[in-house]
Nanobody
Framework: QVHLVESGGGLVQAGGSLRLSCVAS????????MGWYRQAPGKQRELVAR???????NYADSVKDRFTISRDNAKNTVYLQMNSLKPEDTDVYYC???????????????WGQGTQVTVSS
């Protein structure tokens, strides 16, 4: 079993910054993709940013040039630096990881519990 624990959410004024962190722990042989998604009430969860184990990144168009995703493979941790925040960035942010559990290579998808980000105008 693997657990993802997020931290760093909160309330910030428009134009401000927040840094989210997510630590994975448990039965981990390796981690492939790690990423951040967000979801507003009544809406589908959407990709914010994703980073592969080798460092390749993908971003939603709405956050490009404002958000930066990074990871520390030694610490099984992924970060999301969010700058120039806008009220429309207000959502619950979820960490996601695709974990390789053992040497046989089976992969499993895990989600964190979510952290609230609120941007006031």
């Amino acid at each position: 079993q693997v657990h993802l624990v997020e931290s760093g959410g909160g309330l910030v004024q428009a134009g401000g910054s927040l840094r989210l962190s997510c630590v994975a722990s448990g039965s981990i042989f390796n981690i492939n993709d790690m990423g951040w998604y967000r979801q507003a009430p009544g809406k589908q969860r959407e990709l914010v940013a994703r980073i592969a184990s080798g460092g390749t990144t993908n971003y939603a168009d709405s956050v490009k040039d404002r958000f930066t995703i990074s990871r520390d493979n030694a610490k099984n941790t992924v970060y999301l630096q969010m700058n120039s925040l806008k009220p429309e960035d207000t959502d619950v942010y979820y960490c996601h990881a695709i974990v390789v559990a053992d040497v046989r290579g089976g992969t499993y998808s895990y989600w964190g519990q979510g952290t609230q980000v609120t941007v006031s105008s």
